[in-house]
């Protein structure tokens, strides 16, 4: 069966290096036989601000809000507003979903973490019973594909921006796989606008190659959600002792005081 992909889209340029990496992703997927939709945020004009205007009707609680409470309600109740509700449904049905950006200021564009705010709501993206590994999109793979301003030297463990892996913690392990998503390792163009016009193109001829067996790639690796104790949400104690000899740490949060692990948020299977 063909798989379905969502590309959630932001960048301001349809002749950026952005966007020529997100043309690449549906040219070489659609000729896999994917249906390959794109969320153009910018283009939609896709509102950045959780606020009460995402619920329609009253809320539950104007004199004290609070958005994650009110539009895990308005999410049971269908009363979400149409583009939250149409961009979930998109989710739904993918069976990939790639976010392709700039990075801004070591994280995502205002616009997509808005999308990220808006449409991964409390109950239809995680609940409290279901997140990390027993997530809701546990049968679903997601990636982050971005390009950076700065060169990959500096992204490095003694570079002056530190290593990469801790940059992308948060965005791979607080946001995709606490929703479940089995983590594909990111598609890294390093400072494409300063890079020569043959060394643009070897960067999507790269891409294209990754993106041809993309389906079958192994995801990243994360700590079972049942290697926790269910009160504390600490490391078990029999787990913590099998590692507690090991060199380094589990992964780039976890790493029980000692050093970082190989790049486990850089490479599939670490």
């Given amino acids: ?24 992703a549906v040219e070489v997927l659609t ?15 896709f509102k950045a601000t959780a606020t009460a205007e995402d619920i329609k009707g ?3 609680n104007a004199e004290n809000f609070c958005y994650m409470k009110e539009t895990k309600l308005a999410w049971e109740q269908g009363k979400l507003s149409d583009d939250i509700t149409k961009e979930q449904s ?3 049905e993918a069976d990939l979903v790639i976010f392709q950006f700039p990075m801004y200021w070591f994280g995502v564009p205002a616009i ?16 409290q019973e279901k997140r990390y590994s027993q997530g809701i999109f546990k049968d679903k793979r997601a990636m982050l594909s971005f390009t ?3 060169l990959e030297s500096m992204f490095h463990p003694t570079g002056i921006n530190g290593d990469m892996n801790v940059t992308l913690w948060p965005l791979q392990t607080g946001i995709l796989h606490y929703c479940g998503f089995q ?13 020569a016009a043959e060394d643009r193109k070897s960067m999507l001829d790269s891409w294209s190659t990754r993106l041809q067996g993309l389906l079958e790639e192994k995801p990243l690796s994360f700590i079972p959600l049942n290697c926790f ?11 913590y002792e099998k590692h507690a000899s090991k060199a380094s740490g589990l992964t780039v949060g976890i790493h029980l005081k000692k050093p970082l692990p190989p790049p486990s948020q850089m490479k599939s299977g670490c």
């Fill in 148 to 150: 950076t301003g700065s």
């Fill in 112 to 127: 997509l973490k808005g999308w990220i705010d808006r449409v991964l709501t409390n109950g239809f993206a995680f609940s």
């Fill in 90 to 92: 998109k989710l739904t």
């Fill in 183 to 195: 983590v594909l390792a990111p598609q890294i163009f390093w400072a494409p606008a300063s890079a």
């Fill in 229 to 239: 104790d269910e009160k504390t949400f600490q490391l078990k104690p029999d787990f």
């Fill in 1 to 24: 069966m063909a798989k379905k992909v969502l590309i959630v889209y932001a960048h301001q340029s349809s002749g950026s290096f952005n966007a020529a990496a997100k043309n690449t």
């Fill in 31 to 45: 000729a896999q036989g994917c249906t390959v939709e794109v969320s153009d945020l910018y283009d939609m004009g």
């Fill in 58 to 60: 009253e809320v539950m």
